[in-house]
């Protein structure tokens, strides 16, 4: 009887050992992590403060050659941070978070700006979101299905600004005999346009219905057709972005009225978007493992986006000791603003919900 009891306490001890160096080794894994978002928040500002992006980003040589108050980054931080309210209540909450300051100040009016982002090409924003990209899939080793990176593209349109010369360059669009007006087709995803060898599933849906799915992944050995069915809904996520997308980050609530600033809303406001998901990783990852529940959980990516006014321009104009901190704090709060997920629910698509329009003559307080 002692020697049950004598080896019942060995097991007990050895499993508290184990838990304790498990939970050791995971705190390591998510301050390394923390330490990487650091890291690429301090890559893309030496990026961004870089000569050779300057020249790349700037209309004419000579743009951006004089130093004024707002300087080719400032107007990169200003259109980062998540804009829905007017030019100038924007600009005064946007030098107010740079200067720490307890009170608004007026340091750079809205022509001012306007004149200034004239300068600055579209292009800034998609060349710091394939910089992000690339240093996410470098260093955060995110997971891998069968040891593919998983892509999925979805389409969708955006109302842009009803002006003369954003018409003529996106063109008019009439929606069940309705008033034409102009749209962008969007999607978040380039595709080689390389032949491929493809290979046909054939799914029975428990509903009775037969989907059809198309893979380059031709190898029926190696990839049987029972792992598609669930792969095929690892898309559903790129539906639910676009939600975000003109829903929470207000997409189509565009800045300007010019072709110029349509894109550059638009590109900036995908990299603000995906710099969050890349500062969230780790607070997923925590998730995951802490996920012992009778639901799993995931972090509530709206709260997440909404913490990230304001915070995104300091991440880039502070030291990186400071933008480690806020990194940091950033990672706490989204580990405390969770939801279940709860699998196998299904809601019918609402057809005829109307689509939410923006009018620069009434923007939003911030």
């Not at 579209?122 to 040891?147: D, M, T, V």
């Not at 009775?208 to 029972?226: C, F, H, K, N, R």
């Not at 990783?281 to 012992?292: G, H, K, T, V």
Request: charged share 25%; hydrophobic share 40%.
């Amino acid at each position: 009887m002692t020697m049950v009891i004598e080896i019942k306490n060995f097991f007990y001890k050895e499993a508290e050992k184990c838990q304790i160096i498990s939970k050791i080794a995971y705190m390591l894994a998510r301050n390394l992590l923390c330490e990487i978002c650091a890291n690429l928040i301090d890559f893309l500002k030496n990026f961004i403060f870089s000569e050779k992006f300057l020249t790349s980003c700037k209309q004419s040589p000579k743009d951006f050659t004089r130093n004024r108050i707002l300087p080719f980054h400032h107007i990169i931080f200003f259109l980062i941070n998540l804009i829905k309210g007017s030019y100038q209540d924007e600009l005064d909450g946007f030098f107010k978070a740079l200067d720490h300051s307890e009170s608004f100040i007026r340091k750079v009016t809205k022509s001012a700006f306007c004149k200034a982002r004239k300068k600055l090409k579209s292009n800034a924003f998609i060349q710091l979101n394939l910089e992000a990209i690339n240093y996410f899939y470098r260093h955060f080793n995110p997971k891998k299905w069968f040891g593919f990176t998983l892509l999925a593209v979805d389409g969708s349109t955006i109302k842009v600004p009803k002006t003369a010369e954003v018409e003529k360059h996106f063109g008019l669009w009439g929606v069940n005999g309705q008033n034409p007006c102009p749209l962008g087709r969007i999607s978040q995803l380039g595709l080689d346009t390389l032949d491929l060898r493809l290979r046909l599933i054939r799914i029975e849906l428990k509903n009775g219905e037969t989907e059809i799915l198309l893979t380059s992944l031709v190898d029926t050995e190696a990839y049987p057709a029972e792992i598609f069915y669930d792969l095929y809904h690892q898309r559903w996520p790129v539906e639910e972005d676009y939600k975000l997308m003109k829903c929470r980050i207000e997409i189509e609530n565009f800045t300007g009225k010019s072709v110029l600033s349509v894109y550059q809303d638009f590109h900036a406001r995908v990299f603000s978007k995906n710099i969050t998901a890349m500062l969230a990783f780790p607070a997923r990852l925590s998730i995951e493992q802490e996920n012992d529940k009778r639901y799993p959980y995931q972090i509530n990516f709206t709260q997440a986006i909404s913490k990230m006014k304001d915070t995104i321009v300091l991440l880039f104009d502070r030291p990186l000791d400071t933008a480690k901190t806020l990194i940091s704090a950033l990672h706490n709060l989204f580990l405390k603003t969770v939801e279940p997920v709860r699998p196998n629910r299904k809601f019918p698509r609402k057809h005829k919900i109307q689509k939410m329009c923006f009018y620069p003559s009434f923007k939003p307080v911030r």
